[in-house]
T-cell receptor
Framework: EAGVAQSPRYKIIEKRQSVAFWCNPISGHATLYWYQQILGQGPKLLIQFQNNGVVDDSQLPKDRFSAERLKGVDSTLKIQPAKLEDSAVYLC???????????????FGPGTRLLVL | DAKTTQPPSMDCAEGRAANLPCNHSTISGNEYVYWYRQIHSQGPQYIIHGLKNNETNEMASLIITEDRKSSTLILPHATLRDTAVYYCIVRVYNNNDMRFGAGTRLTVKP
């Protein structure tokens, strides 16, 4: 079974530029998550999709971050404009159903490492 | 905020058991304890989870105290490849928000 795919693996941009990350979840997984992991910290959830609908985006900085999952499969996360503090690893994860209270496991991709100069 | 407390780092000799503790004193009755690990430059990898009973799989064992306020992840025969950051996470019942803390950096030494 193929895992969660992410691209690019690395990205270097200057502040105020825009950047986009792509994620392809495990086939058949209804729920997709984007996490931000700053160096030395654990991952922090940014947004959760159930199929193509947003379940939770309470921790997404909406003034500069946006995400979409138009067909309920692939997803893109965009930052515009980027700030120095956005330097982090952006992780995508997926789970089969994502039902509240279930024992579901989240499977993570390798992440995209972003450096903002 | 994360609801778990873990030591920041631990060492273990190769071939010996690694016992990683986690305190979760405010856990509620329907919350699960999950363990993930993250090897350098990779995404977190699921290890094991439990609610009340002890659990074992091909990777590890999870021992949860009777009052559920703490747990221990056991890697029975640690190898150099087990060097990673280990996260203990309490799963919030009403949603899928996995609240990661800083984790324990386990170093397995030859």
């Amino acid at each position: 079974e193929a895992g969660v795919a992410q691209s690019p693996r690395y990205k270097i941009i200057e502040k105020r530029q825009s950047v986009a990350f792509w994620c392809n979840p495990i086939s058949g997984h209804a729920t997709l998550y984007w996490y931000q992991q700053i160096l030395g910290q654990g991952p922090k959830l940014l947004i959760q999709f159930q199929n193509n609908g947003v379940v939770d985006d309470s921790q997404l900085p909406k003034d500069r971050f946006s995400a979409e999952r138009l067909k309920g499969v692939d997803s893109t996360l965009k930052i515009q404009p980027a700030k120095l503090e956005d330097s982090a690893v952006y992780l995508c994860a997926s789970s089969l159903f994502g039902s509240a209270g279930s024992e579901e496991t989240q499977y993570f991709g390798p992440g995209t490492r972003l450096l903002v100069l | 905020d994360a609801k778990t407390t873990q030591p920041p780092s631990m060492d273990c000799a190769e071939g010996r058991a690694a016992n990683l503790p986690c305190n979760h004193s405010t856990i509620s009755g329907n919350e699960y304890v999950y363990w993930y690990r993250q090897i350098h430059s990779q995404g977190p990898q699921y290890i094991i989870h439990g609610l009340k009973n002890n659990e074992t799989n091909e990777m590890a064992s999870l021992i949860i105290t009777e009052d559920r306020k703490s747990s221990t992840l056991i890697l029975p025969h640690a190898t150099l490849r087990d060097t990673a950051v280990y996260y203990c996470i309490v799963r919030v019942y009403n949603n899928n928000d996995m609240r990661f803390g800083a984790g324990t950096r386990l170093t397995v030494k030859p």
